[in-house]
């Protein structure tokens, strides 16, 4: 097993901590109440992430979207808190949630939503931080959560989220019999969102319908 400190210290070696303007962001889902999507920002904050964010709402789903920085400071129990809190929404409905994290909010997400059948019903995670994983020999066999990953097969970005490491991951999982899913795009580098740094229409529509299809199956729609 693991601590929160060593994940936390895997995933955050080279970050720099800024305080957030706001703890969260509520996105209703067009009929009003829906599922709850705990939204996980990575380093740069929530806004950057909105349009993603938004795009998952208008699926139906109500949209809890927190700033993985402050998540961070104490990820799983801030993490845990996140979810707990996002379940008290006025517009949520009862149940488990999904998580989606994006880049640093993908690590939080995967080192400790991908653990949590109690809470989750579904981790999906896009272009994650991944370099927790070599660091914590089995952690491929933890996972009890299904999985689905996005990787870009050119991010080399701060050599978080590689795909050598995503490949590895899948690997194991597939060896520990987990529920894991790997979708990776060739020549596509890391940020590929609508608004990113490195924006891909086609990668960032299709890791879209992946992930509408897997938040469907997840919630029995």
């Not at 992430?49 to 920085?69: N, P």
């Not at 020999?137 to 050599?159: C, K, N, Q, W």
């Amino acid at each position: 097993m693991f601590s929160g400190f060593s994940v936390a210290a895997a995933l955050l070696a080279t970050a720099v901590f800024a305080c957030c303007a706001q703890a969260h962001e509520e996105i209703a889902p067009p009929q009003g109440k829906g599922r709850v999507v705990v939204f996980i920002s990575g380093m740069s904050g929530i806004k950057h992430e909105k349009v993603l964010a938004q795009a998952i709402a208008s699926l139906g789903y109500d949209v809890v979207a927190y700033d993985g920085r402050e998540i961070a400071k104490s990820p799983g129990e801030g993490l845990r808190t996140a979810i707990e809190n996002a379940q008290q929404m006025p517009r949520a409905l009862p149940g488990k949630v999904a998580l989606v994290g994006v880049s640093l909010g993908g690590g939080l997400a995967l080192a400790f939503g991908s653990r949590w059948p109690d809470l989750v019903a579904v981790d999906i995670v896009w272009y994650p931080a991944t370099g927790f994983v070599k660091r914590i020999p089995g952690f491929a066999g933890v996972i009890t959560v299904p999985v689905l990953m996005f990787a870009g097969e050119s991010d080399h970005y701060m050599r978080c989220c590689l795909i050598g490491t995503a490949r590895s991951l899948a690997a194991d999982a597939t060896a520990a019999n987990a529920p894991f899913e790997l979708i990776t795009y060739p020549g596509v580098d890391h940020d590929f969102i609508q608004g990113g740094t490195n924006f891909d229409p086609t990668a960032y529509n299709d890791a879209l319908e992946h992930t509408a299809a897997k938040l469907r199956a997840a919630f029995g729609d």
